[in-house]
């Protein structure tokens, strides 16, 4: 699959939800390293994270050498390996040495270093135990997410020692639903990793699931499923209606509807005074994953607004609003905005 001369924000956004569909992942894999290295990109801050989707596509498709050589390359794109874009790089060249054979050492040293991150940042949950799982290694993940979430906890125990001498609930203290933290990501990544274990649901795992219950309360509590700014890709759009039609009233009866639908909330709440605005990438295996852990209808409105309450935490899922005028639309058409959905709210 050829790239365009000039990548742009909204190019890679589109590639990392596409390239594995396509004939010839190891290929975009490729075009998007070359677009970062001879500086084909339209944002030269971009570099590292091509490079790390180059390592991902990789890694996925069993290229272990090639991933690391792309992974490499990320680390040295970024200013520096601390940088908290590079954990997701410095994780897949993990992998990768893990998959190489007779490297485990290098992985594991990499991995032990990223180990502080579980406790400050969200992605870090997944993509550390997704590493050490790549190596065999699922019981030490369990044992570093539980033991980060002994710490967070812990930390918050402390901090409140000074108040009324009461039992604290700590799903009470975890936050609002659409930033519920780090300890949310920790509890649901741990709660996966015990689950394939096969090991006994804990006290843990109990706090896990009332979290994600009390998620789903308080979002379901909302005006409708619209406010909650979930953004369906064009092609996860299409794939929605086609095994959801009934969803056509909640999100619009074709792309354009939905857009739009979207662009006139965020100018209401605009005009509302709400700032930090932006819309939510969703997708329909990510719903249907939810609504299997809820053993519930993927149409069923507490059950979107569960996945809704779900994604809004997620970091990597929020596109900010507006762009400028002549900047990319936040849609990801490729059109400039005010060409594309800035009218659509008019």
């Not at 975009?28 to 994270?49: C, S, T």
């Not at 639903?177 to 795992?205: S, T």
């Not at 209808?297 to 979107?304: F, I, Q, S």
Request: proline letters at 6%; hydrophobic letters at 40%; aromatic letters at 6%.
């Amino acid at each position: 699959m050829p790239t365009r001369d000039v990548l742009t924000k909204a190019d890679l956004a589109e590639l990392r939800r596409s390239a594995l569909g396509t004939a010839d992942p190891l290929g975009v894999a490729a075009d998007v390293a070359e677009a970062a290295e001879q500086g084909r990109l339209e944002d030269p801050d971009d570099a590292g994270d091509a490079l790390t989707l180059a390592a991902e596509i990789a890694e996925i498709r069993a290229r272990p050498e090639a991933a690391l050589r792309y992974a490499e390359r990320a680390l040295a794109a970024y200013p520096s390996g601390d940088d908290p874009r590079a954990g997701f790089a410095r994780a897949l060249r993990s992998r990768a040495l893990f998959r190489a054979g007779g490297r485990d050492d290098e992985a594991m040293a990499e991995l032990t270093a990223l180990r502080p991150l579980l406790l400050v940042q969200p992605d870090a949950p997944a993509y550390v135990s997704a590493a050490l799982d790549a190596g065999g290694r699922s019981a030490t993940a369990e044992t570093w997410l539980s033991e980060a979430v002994d710490t967070v906890l812990g930390d918050r125990a402390t901090a409140a020692s000074g108040a009324a001498s009461t039992a604290i609930d700590p799903v009470a203290d975890l936050g609002p639903p659409d930033a519920p933290g780090v300890l949310f990501f920790l509890l649901q990544q741990r709660h996966r990793v015990r689950r394939n274990l096969n090991l006994p649901h804990d006290r843990q795992d109990d706090l896990a699931d009332r979290l994600e219950t009390q998620l789903v309360r308080r979002a379901g509590e909302r005006r409708d499923a619209e406010s909650d700014l979930l953004f369906w890709p064009r092609s996860e759009f299409d794939r929605l209606l086609a095994e959801h039609a009934t969803l056509s009233e909640v999100y619009g009866s074709d792309w354009d509807a939905h857009r739009g639908r979207l662009e006139t909330e965020l100018v209401r709440l605009r005009g509302a005074g709400q700032a930090g605005l932006g819309v939510f990438r969703a997708t329909v295996d990510g719903l249907h994953a939810f609504a299997g852990r809820r053993d519930g209808d993927p149409t069923d409105t507490p059950v979107r607004a569960g996945y809704a309450a779900e994604v809004q935490a997620r970091p990597s899922a929020r596109i900010p609003w507006p762009p400028e005028r002549n900047d990319a639309c936040w849609c990801g058409s490729g059109l400039k905005y005010k060409k594309d959905c800035l009218p659509r709210s008019r």
